[in-house]
């Protein structure tokens, strides 16, 4: 029997790390931008918009629709759900990928499609969800924006889409493609019939999100530092082997270069698609 075995249960332990981690966890948050520690309701309460550096932290789906509707609003379509139609597995099932996507987001894909009143005007909102697989577009996410915009033309109502998404999603393959054709078709119905479509792209708005509908705005309009583009730089400096500019793919870059329309601080959004509203369709009866 060994003589120097130490009662563990008489000195007091120091706290595990888990322990320690969940009393501070979530209080503080570190900001991308400028690196400084912020408080959380800080930023909670500045639409989570870094209150040292006006940098954009990105927000889900419906935070978005929240920010930017009066009140509650009707949802459409909420029950479309992919059908899996390449039986695709990677690293694991698609459909087991969507699964735990589902019970994660509580969403059924990386769409919402909404109407409701924007500073009082009714409007249909589709809102991106980033968390989402990538926030990617498959065969749900095309109908229900293409649902959208019918919708739209039907009742001569508004349209705006808030972007943030990495592209087509891979795992339905080319029926992931033809969502952008399928889009696209459909916006040129609602344009020729002038009923407004304003586009909101945030970070990140890239690939076939970017190549189709997120583009195609009567006004395109940006956050601050929202990165977009379609291929990445990376890709980009390997094809075209030069070194890219200082900026380039973010939303100041691609203003300057007349890409987009406007950059709006997430404070002034709402009144910016507001007023841009009253603009195409007059104020507000
Ligand atoms: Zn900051």
């Known amino acids: 029997m060994p003589w120097f075995t130490r009662d563990k249960t008489a000195r007091p332990q120091a706290p595990a790390e888990e322990d320690r981690k969940v009393k501070t966890e979530g209080l503080w948050v570190k900001c991308d931008g400028c690196r400084q520690i912020i408080w959380r309701k800080a930023l909670d309460e500045n639409l989570q918009v870094c209150t040292k550096c006006g940098y954009h932290f990105r927000l889900d789906a419906v935070a978005r629709l929240r920010l930017l509707l009066d009140g509650e609003w009707e949802e459409f379509d909420k029950g479309l759900t992919s059908t899996d139609p390449l039986g695709f597995v990677d ?62 033309l039907e009742r001569r109502v508004p349209l705006i889409i808030v972007s943030a998404s990495g592209g087509a999603r891979m795992q339905e393959g080319a029926v992931s493609l033809m969502q952008m054709a399928k889009i696209s078709a459909a916006l040129m119905y609602l344009d020729e019939a002038r009923i407004p479509f304003l586009s909101v792209l945030t970070d990140p708005t890239t690939g076939g999100v970017t190549a189709s509908f997120a583009m195609l705005g009567d006004l395109n309009i940006a956050e601050p530092g929202a990165l977009i583009g379609f291929a990445g730089p990376r890709v980009i400096e390997q094809t075209i082997r030069q070194k890219l500019p200082q900026g380039f793919q973010r939303a100041e870059f691609l203003l300057n270069k007349g890409m987009l329309d406007a950059v709006v601080k997430r404070p002034d959004l709402k009144d910016y698609l507001a007023q841009a509203l009253d603009f195409f369709c007059g104020p507000v009866a």
């Open 91 to 152: 690293s694991r099932r698609y459909t087991e990928r969507l699964g735990g996507m589902q019970k994660s987001t509580g969403l059924r894909d990386a769409v919402i499609s909404a109407g409701g009143a924007l500073n009082g005007r009714y409007v249909h909102m589709c809102s991106l969800e980033l968390k989402f697989i990538g926030g990617s577009m498959g065969a749900v996410v095309g109908e229900k924006i293409t649902r959208a915009i019918e919708r739209s």
